[in-house]
C-alpha cells in the first residue's frame, strides 16, 4: 500500500504564489508516476502536472504552463507543485497521485493507483 500526504495549502491572493508538497511512503515501484490533481466545487477533476521519478519527463495542463512547476526530491520521494502568478480559478482542492509508468497517460487520473486526501488552495483579495 502506499501513502502520500499533502501539505502547503492555504489562502493566498491573486498574483501570489504557494508551493505545495507531497510525500509519499509504503511499497515502491521500479517506475512509477506522481501527478497533481485538482478539482474546484461543482467542476470535474483536471490534470495539473505530473513528473515522471526515473528521468524525470514533465507534463503540464495548458492551463498551468509558465506558471506551476513540478519537481522532486528523490531521497525523500517527496513531490512539489510550485505554483506562481496564481489567479482565482486556480481555486480548488489539489490531490497527489502516485501510478505506475506505463499505466496510461500521465493526463488521466485512471493512470493513478494511489491519491492523497487533497489540500485546499483558495486564491482570493
Known amino acids: 500500500q502506499v501513502k502520500l500526504v499533502e501539505s502547503g495549502g492555504g489562502l493566498v491572493q491573486p498574483g501570489g504564489s504557494l508551493r505545495l508538497s507531497c510525500a509519499a511512503s509504503?511499497?515502491?515501484?521500479?517506475?512509477?508516476?506522481m501527478g497533481w490533481f485538482r478539482q474546484a466545487p461543482g467542476k470535474e477533476r483536471e490534470f495539473v502536472a505530473a513528473?515522471?521519478?526515473?528521468?524525470?519527463?514533465?507534463y503540464y495542463a495548458d492551463s498551468v504552463k509558465g506558471r506551476f512547476t513540478i519537481f522532486k526530491d528523490n531521497g525523500k520521494i517527496t513531490v512539489y507543485l510550485q505554483m506562481n502568478s496564481l489567479k482565482p480559478e486556480d481555486t480548488a482542492v489539489y490531490y497527489c497521485?502516485?501510478?505506475?509508468?506505463?499505466?496510461?497517460?500521465?493526463?488521466?487520473?485512471?493512470?493513478?493507483?494511489?491519491r492523497g486526501q487533497g489540500t485546499q488552495v483558495t486564491v482570493s483579495s
Open positions: 509504503g511499497r515502491t515501484f521500479s517506475s512509477y508516476r
Open positions: 513528473i515522471n521519478w526515473t528521468g524525470g519527463r514533465t
Open positions: 497521485a502516485l501510478g505506475v509508468v506505463g499505466s496510461g497517460a500521465a493526463g488521466l487520473a485512471g493512470s493513478y493507483n494511489y
